[in-house]
């Protein structure tokens, strides 16, 4: 018994397993389920399986100088149920993909131009800081769930390409989430969590919490 409750476990640990060969997502359809409704197989097409334009620079005039363009399964659809999805990440001179994680997924990532300082952090009660300065050609792993980040050390800008291991990985931005939630998260929690005082917290809830994601 303590066997096949282990197995079933594991076996959602991550995205659906696919029944067929593939399961073009309805992502028109107006059903919610657990991922995507799949569409009629007989009515798939080439173009349900490909995406264009990921070579074009990303505009990174933006606060944090970065541009995150994903490419999971609403840009594909063909993606659903797979368990895989990419993106590119543009970065201004000393731009900034703040820490954040992916509950859904773990992430590795290969530099094309530029150089990276990244890293992440592992879960209490350790909270060790894993970090390296990647150069084009270097690839990095992040662990699934855990918080990371990716600063361009150089003075030219830089690109990197990251696959995630879910077709939808998710996104949660740390700074985003605890200062920039609606509605606020009360100040009493917040300053007691970070140890400051109530102006801090209020400075920081006043703030735009930009999102670079597209």
Not at 73 to 78: F, H, N, S, T, W
Not at 153 to 174: E, F, R
Request: proline fraction near 7%; include cysteine; charged fraction near 10%.
């Amino acid at each position: 018994m303590a066997l096949l409750v282990l197995t079933s476990t594991l076996v959602y640990a991550s995205d659906p397993s696919p029944l067929q060969d593939f399961c073009v997502a309805a992502n028109d359809s107006t059903v919610f389920v657990n991922g995507k409704l799949c569409n009629d197989p007989e009515l798939a097409t080439a173009d349900d399986f490909f995406f264009s334009g990921l070579l074009m620079p990303r505009n990174t005039s933006n606060p944090l100088g970065s541009n995150v363009t994903a490419v999971n399964v609403v840009q594909i659809p063909g993606l659903n149920t797979l368990g895989i999805s990419l993106a590119r990440i543009d970065y201004a001179p000393y731009g900034l993909n703040p820490p954040h994680t992916h509950p859904r997924a773990t992430e590795i990532l290969v530099v094309l131009e530029g150089s990276l300082y990244v890293g992440f952090v592992t879960s209490n009660p350790d909270n060790r800081l894993f970090t390296k300065v990647l150069y084009p050609g270097d690839v990095f792993v992040f662990p699934v769930g855990l918080i990371h980040f990716q600063f361009n050390v150089g003075k030219t800008n830089a690109v990197a390409i990251a696959a995630l291991s879910s077709q939808n990985p998710g996104v949660i931005t740390i700074a985003n989430a605890v200062f920039g939630s609606n509605p606020k998260i009360s100040t009493d929690v917040l300053t007691k969590a970070f140890q400051v005082d109530k102006k801090m917290v209020d400075y920081l809830q006043a703030q735009f919490w930009w999102n670079n994601n597209n």
